[in-house]
């Protein structure tokens, strides 16, 4: 679809919420893409990607970012506790806390490195068994523990459940993050990024619309 069409339409969605464009970022989700395409979209000025693995991660970014300035590489999937730290290294945001043994982890990968990324607590909005983040009723809980850890905790962020309307999480999400006061929603994927301005969303993470399809689908979510 193109970069120039995805902002035309996020500029759109944000003029219809009465929102400022400008409070809306897009994570170019570039997982699997060959790197030609990537490199396409850098050359046309655009600097937020996602990711959802650390090693393929590690495999593409170091060498783009020794070519482009400004990169701001998001960690849009699950995280072992033992790639922590190569996460820290590697990514500018995390968007995946989605555990307590994670926050304790990275409470003293913090302590020990003096830097920690900002950081999304992932919530699992659908109570999907086989769906990692925290359930909707222990995220209070959970914000506190980690602001305990003195975590930087910028906001939630959610994927719907595939056969659910997603508007219904994205309102969740935003009144699990208003009550906790955290200003930061990372929701809204290809299909429904739209929706997802409508409700608040000021982190939106697009991959097949603004790269084509995914060569192989090995490494979707
Ligand atoms: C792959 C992925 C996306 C992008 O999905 P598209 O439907 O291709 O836009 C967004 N968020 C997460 C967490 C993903 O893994």
Redesign the pocket.
């Known amino acids: 679809m193109g970069l120039t069409e995805i902002t035309d339409r996020i500029a759109k969605a944000a003029q219809d919420a009465d929102r400022d464009p400008a409070d809306i970022t897009l994570i170019a989700?570039s997982?699997v893409q060959p790197n030609e395409r990537v490199e396409a979209v850098l050359n046309e000025g655009h600097r937020s990607f996602?990711e959802?693995r650390v090693q393929e991660a590690a495999g593409k970014w170091p060498a783009f970012r020794e070519r482009f300035e400004g990169i701001d590489l998001h960690l849009?999937?699950p995280l072992q506790t033992n790639k922590a730290r190569q996460a820290f290294e590697l990514f500018d945001v995390i968007h995946t806390l989605d555990r307590p043994k994670l926050a304790k982890t990275f409470a003293r990968l913090a302590q020990e490195t003096g830097h920690c990324p900002p950081l999304f607590i992932q919530v699992n909005t659908g109570e999907e068994p086989q769906k990692a983040g925290i359930a909707p009723d222990d995220t209070d809980a959970f914000v506190e523990d980690c602001r305990a850890l003195e975590l930087p905790i910028q906001g939630l962020m959610c994927?719907p459940p595939i056969d659910e309307t997603p508007s219904l999480h994205f309102a969740l999400l935003r009144k699990l993050a208003d009550r906790n006061g955290l200003s930061q929603l990372s929701m809204g994927?290809?299909?429904d990024f739209e929706q997802a301005i409508a409700f608040g969303a000021t982190h939106i993470?697009?991959?097949?619309?603004l790269f084509g399809a995914?060569v192989t689908n090995a490494q979707?979510?």
């Open positions: 989700v997982k996602g959802n849009i999937g994927i994927m290809s299909d993470r697009v991959g097949s619309a995914r979707s979510t």
